[in-house]
């Protein structure tokens, strides 16, 4: 069963388009990647799944449930809770601790009571290797951590699928790869992800699917193995051998 | 030469006098202070009825003197059928008067706050008044403080105008006092020190204010 259906997904700035009939099924438990040179509109697909951007015509579902369009507000808030997004630059909130950070979704939207949602937040931190950082500010870690610290904020409200747009691109390189773990362990775990990415390791190692997007289409999917050693598609190939070389 | 003795005997009645001034500054900062943030929210709004009637609000206070706004509640409103006292005309004027400056302090301290911050609040399923209560105004109360003490230093300093329709504050017994008894340096000179004052307190609270909001900054 899909958890993400995006059928036929059109969106356009003013006159430009960005996506350009879009189609594309994630099913539970699946780890996409979605690669291609910027501009493609990778990151634009991806804030459409949580409606952050509104697509223009088209159907995404979210389990089967169509997002966007003229839905009531409550139903999109509704819809918004079970997927979770991790931002490029992070955007962890400056007020409030790590931990404030993790258990500001499930108190005030949740309504989880505080002592509930102060152990589960304890717990997701340990998880992402911060527990003796719960009580810092965003402005006192590290990027990775903040980062890491962004994941355990989504994972707060118990998503049924997780966005990750560009994840790792702000990151200092020595703090990549402790995203990139966090993010794989939780792959292992089977959280259905899609990860707009620049870490073709990370593509190739972890995902079930590659997808290549180039001007607001998608040009390729296949597994990763046969995507980087036989692709199919001029365009695939070209990409490939320019991230690849450099 | 100065007639300290004079200053002595006086003192007590200014004083009662400041609590007047006081009185009437705080409740017109807290009422405009709510007004200011509807208003900025209403100007802030998508839709464009709403923005625009903040817009022209704004327009039509901040473009014409308090002075005439003053007379205009007190003396030209009872025409209508409405007769306020002085002091609710006073409060009220300045309270309008306020929350037109104070809407644009909000409104560039909420524009202020990175896309990114309200985007997560948006990502994680928070409804627009969550997003505003949790993420929003807490983070605007930074960069909204220094202009916000500003205005409301202004607001203390021309509450002085309602001494003109009569409400018995610093400044209309200051008046009194001299008028009687023509020690006009003497005078002044204490209602100036007691003006100071009452701003300096203010300027005092931002201060500490400023560094109780500071301490999830970077160092």
Redesign the interface.
């Known amino acids: 069963m899909s958890i993400v259906s995006f059928r036929d997904v059109s969106k356009t700035f003013g006159s430009h388009p960005v996506l350009r009939n879009v189609s594309l099924d994630i099913e539970e438990g699946q780890v996409v990647a979605i690669i291609g040179p910027s501009g493609a509109g990778k990151s634009t697909l991806l804030r459409c799944v ?1 409606q ?1 951007e509104r697509h223009s015509t088209g159907e995404i579902l979210i389990d089967g449930m169509p997002i966007g369009g003229n839905q009531r ?2 139903d999109l ?2 819809l ?2 079970t ?3 991790v ?1 490029q ?8 601790s790590a931990l404030g950070n993790v258990m ?2 499930p108190v ?2 949740l309504k989880t009571p505080v002592a509930v949602a102060r152990q589960q937040a304890e717990a997701l931190l340990k998880q992402v290797g911060l527990a003796d950082h719960a009580a810092k ?4 870690l590290s990027g990775g951590q903040q980062q890491r610290v ?1 994941i355990a ?2 994972l707060a ?1 118990k998503p049924r699928v997780m966005l990750f747009d560009e994840a790792t691109s702000a990151l200092d390189p020595e703090m990549v790869q402790e995203v990139l773990r966090v993010m794989e362990s939780l792959a292992a775990d089977g959280m259905t992800m899609l990860v707009v990415t620049h870490e073709m390791g990370f593509a190739r190692k972890v995902a079930d699917r590659v997808v290549l997007m180039a001007n607001g289409q998608v040009v390729e999917e296949d597994v990763p193995e046969t995507f980087f050693t036989n692709p199919k598609e001029e365009r695939s190939r070209a990409f490939l051998s320019r991230v690849l070389s450099s | 030469m100065i007639d300290w003795n004079f200053m002595v005997t006086y003192s007590p009645r200014l004083l009662k006098a400041c609590e007047v001034t006081f009185g009437i500054s705080v409740t017109s900062l807290a009422l405009s202070t709510v007004a200011g943030l509807g208003i900025a929210l209403l100007r802030l709004s998508p839709r464009r009825i709403l923005s625009s009637t903040a817009w022209i609000y704004v327009w039509i206070v901040r473009g014409t003197p308090l002075l005439l706004q003053l007379f205009a509640i007190y003396y030209a409103m009872p025409m209508t059928g409405l007769r306020l006292d002085p002091w609710t005309a006073g409060i009220l004027t300045l309270s309008l008067n306020s929350s037109a400056y104070f809407s644009e302090i909000f409104r560039s301290a909420i524009q202020s706050i ?1 896309t ?2 309200t ?9 627009p008044l ?1 997003t505003l209560r ?2 929003v105004i ?2 605007s109360l930074r960069p909204a403080l220094p202009p916000y003490v500003g205005q409301a230093i202004t607001l203390l300093k021309n509450s002085s105008l309602v001494s003109i329709i009569a409400v018995p504050d610093l400044m209309q017994t200051a008046q009194s006092i001299y008028s009687t008894t023509f020690k006009v340096v003497e005078v002044m000179l204490m209602t100036g020190v007691l003006y100071l004052i009452m701003t300096s307190l203010l300027q005092i609270a931002q201060t500490s204010l400023e560094r109780r909001l500071s ?5």
């Open positions: 949580n952050l507000n409550r808030i509704r918004r809770q997927v979770g997004m931002f630059s992070f955007n962890l909130w400056p007020h409030l500001e979704g005030t939207v500010y965003p402005g006192q962004a904020r989504a409200m | 990175p990114g911050q985007e997560a609040a948006i990502a994680i399923g928070m409804g969550q949790r993420i807490p983070l301490y999830y900054t970077v160092k």
